[in-house]
């Protein structure tokens, strides 16, 4: 998040003014375009549909559903983009990459098999994850029933946190966003380590492939 709060500041106004003018569908909205574009903080939007079902402008139970409708809306976009490329165009385009290779897509395939009901309902309460774990999902074909089962799910316990706080701490709403943060900044240093470590253990088998073909180009006949 920006450090002076510009672009936040005009976020929550949007967010209040679209909420007051067409309700809790407002804040589905925003969830949706927040599925879609991580960078808008769902840890700022749900407590602030929470705050204005406290105000009376829409219940508890609209705030809830229509988040969460939101958050399966966007999920489902991002599922089908997925799903349009596919394992082939996956592979092919791993196999340009620096430091990647098509069978490392065929791993992540075959993992997201074995655990991908896990990975959609966790994924849906981790920052960043929430919006990405649609795609492979998608690339894997998931029985869209189940997708959205279990999307809906993670979605309404993620969604319910923060709604229910918003509720209930009223105009102090933002001392939830200092928690979400710390989350938020937790998420993306495991994600940088296991990036980093990625490359490292990749650099590090090149090297060793290297030297081991340079080493047998030089034997004596």
Same mark, same amino acid.
């Given at each position: 998040m920006a450090s002076d709060g510009s672009w936040l500041t005009a976020l929550i106004d949007w967010v209040?003014?679209?909420?007051?003018?067409?309700?809790?569908?407002g804040a589905g909205i925003a969830i949706a375009l927040e599925?879609?574009?991580?960078?808008?903080?769902?840890?700022?939007?749900?407590?602030?549909a929470g705050l204005t079902a406290s105000r009376g402008t829409f219940t508890l139970f609209e705030a809830l559903f229509w988040t969460t409708a939101?958050?399966?809306?966007?999920?489902?976009l991002l599922y089908g983009i997925g799903a349009a490329l596919g394992v082939r165009r996956l592979r092919a385009v791993a196999g340009k990459v620096p430091l990647m290779h098509p069978e490392d897509i065929d791993r992540t395939v075959a993992w997201f098999h074995r655990h991908g009901g896990k990975a959609v309902f966790f994924g849906r309460m981790l920052p960043?994850?929430?919006?990405? #774990?649609?795609?492979? %999902? $998608?690339?894997?074909?998931?029985?869209? +029933?189940?997708?959205?089962l279990l999307t809906a799910a993670g979605s309404l316990?993620?969604?319910? #946190?923060?709604?229910? %706080? $918003?509720?209930?701490?009223?105009?102090? +709403?933002?001392?939830?966003?200092?928690?979400?943060?710390?989350?938020?900044?937790?998420?993306?240093?495991?994600?940088? %380590?296991?990036v980093a470590w990625f490359v490292y253990v990749r650099v590090r088998s090149l090297i060793a492939q290297r030297r081991g073909d340079d080493d047998g180009g030089h034997e004596p006949a």
């Open positions: 209040v003014s679209l909420m007051e003018i067409i309700g809790p569908i599925n879609i574009f991580p960078p808008l903080p769902s840890e700022v939007i749900l407590p602030l939101g958050s399966v809306v966007g999920a489902l960043i994850f929430r919006s990405l #774990i649609s795609i492979p %999902a $998608g690339v894997t074909r998931m029985p869209l +029933w189940k997708f959205g316990a993620w969604n319910t #946190i923060f709604v229910l %706080a $918003g509720y209930l701490l009223g105009e102090s +709403w933002h001392i939830v966003e200092q928690y979400a943060e710390i989350l938020q900044y937790v998420v993306i240093a495991v994600a940088a %380590a296991a």
